[in-house]
């Protein structure tokens, strides 16, 4: 298995921790930084800003969100990223939710599957070299009945830039198997993986495709319990979070991870859960949360459950894991990745 993280770009001043800690994870043996925004410091900048810091890692968008920028503009700025990283860069995108898309940029976010396929059929069009233009349900390049004609951008052709689509539902699991070169993942439990590869496979075969095809990405927290007392206050802590991932996020109709909690087997837990946040109650939530539902979506553990984990994880069919380091600061968060990644290096 590859090893990655995700980092933000800056969280209120750390910028300066950020790039040290991406410099020294290279130095570590890192294979891949993505970069989110989500509704913090935008992406792109900071990818930048790494691709002329960083010699050998791969560097990603992870994830570049749809309907915050035009198709094309997203493409001139994985062309631009490539070219600075010297071809380095991996395009990953998603739809976000309601809550960031309507309530934070004011994009309506109906139809997010079909804004997904048509983003990157247009985008693949402009990495090709091609003039734009395309006649699809959310877009219409040119704009039909006005003064502009199909043009091509005025930058080098790269069709070989990889996209990467963060998905969770089945049917955008499907596309992504359909037309995506990777795969980066969420709430994710090896023993419930086919809850994610059966659409994943259905959408390869219907591209002609294999597994092989596609770079399984799964991202997890990765922390070390030195005995069992302390595994049981790492997971009691996490629970809080993990109420919000099932109550909080999105918005009340719409909440992909509670969706993905409860194909995975904890449906009525996940519904509880979702029913007790929305009502107000975060403690109660958090209470519900089970030890099975931190342990199983997580890399937390003695060091030897986090090695035979990261062993399931890879017979699951995981080919790159996404690493998220615990840790208060930055020494100790480069340090778990270390720890992680000379497990994850014997392997």
């Known amino acids: 298995m590859r090893a990655a993280t995700t980092v933000e770009a800056s969280n209120r001043g750390s910028w300066a921790d950020t790039l040290t800690f ?17 509704w913090g410091s935008d992406g792109p900048s900071a990818l930048g800003y790494f ?23 997203i493409a001139q700025t994985a062309l631009t990223l490539a070219e600075m990283s010297q071809g380095r860069f991996l395009l990953g995108l998603g739809a ?27 985008i693949r069009q402009v990495f090709a070299g091609e003039k734009v233009a395309y006649s699809g349900n959310q877009f219409q390049i040119p704009v039909p009945g006005g003064e502009g004609k199909p043009m091509r ?17 089945p049917k955008t699991l499907e596309l992504t198997g359909e037309i995506a070169d990777g795969w980066l993942g969420t709430s994710f439990v090896p023993e419930g993986a086919s809850a994610y590869f059966d ?40 629970k809080k979070e993990l109420a919000f991932s099932l ?3 999105g918005s009340a109709q719409t909440n992909f991870y509670n969706g993905a909690y409860s194909r995975q087997g904890w449906a009525d837990v996940a519904a ?36 035979a984990r990261l062993r399931v994880w ?30 994850l290096h014997a392997l």
């Open 314 to 343: 890879r017979d699951a069919g995981v080919d790159t894991v996404r690493l998220y380091p615990n840790g208060d600061t930055v020494d100790a968060k480069l340090t778990t990745l270390g720890r992680a990644l000379d497990i």
């Open 199 to 238: 659409p994943l496979d259905a959408g390869l075969a219907k591209a002609g495709r294999k597994r092989t095809d596609l770079d399984v990405c799964q991202g997890a927290e990765v922390a070390f319990a030195e005995d069992e007392d302390a595994l049981r206050s790492m997971v009691a802590s996490r």
């Open 247 to 249: 109550g909080g996020m």
């Open 22 to 38: 991406v410099l020294e994870a290279e130095k570590l043996g890192l294979d891949v930084c993505f970069v989110a925004e989500a």
């Open 51 to 73: 691709a002329a810091r960083t010699e050998r890692m791969l560097l990603g968008s992870g994830i570049i969100q749809l309907g915050t920028r035009t198709p094309v503009a």
């Open 272 to 307: 509880a859960v979702r029913e007790r946040w929305q009502g107000g109650d975060r403690d109660g939530a958090a209470e519900l949360v089970t030890d099975d539902m931190v342990l199983g979506t997580t890399l937390i553990g003695t060091e030897d459950m986090v090695r």
């Open 96 to 122: 976000s939710g309601p809550q960031v898309i309507e309530g934070l940029h004011g994009v309506p976010f109906a139809k997010p599957l079909t804004r997904m396929r048509e983003t990157v059929e247009i």
């Open 153 to 169: 951008l005025s930058m080098d052709a790269n069709p070989d830039i990889p996209i990467y689509l963060a998905t969770i539902s």
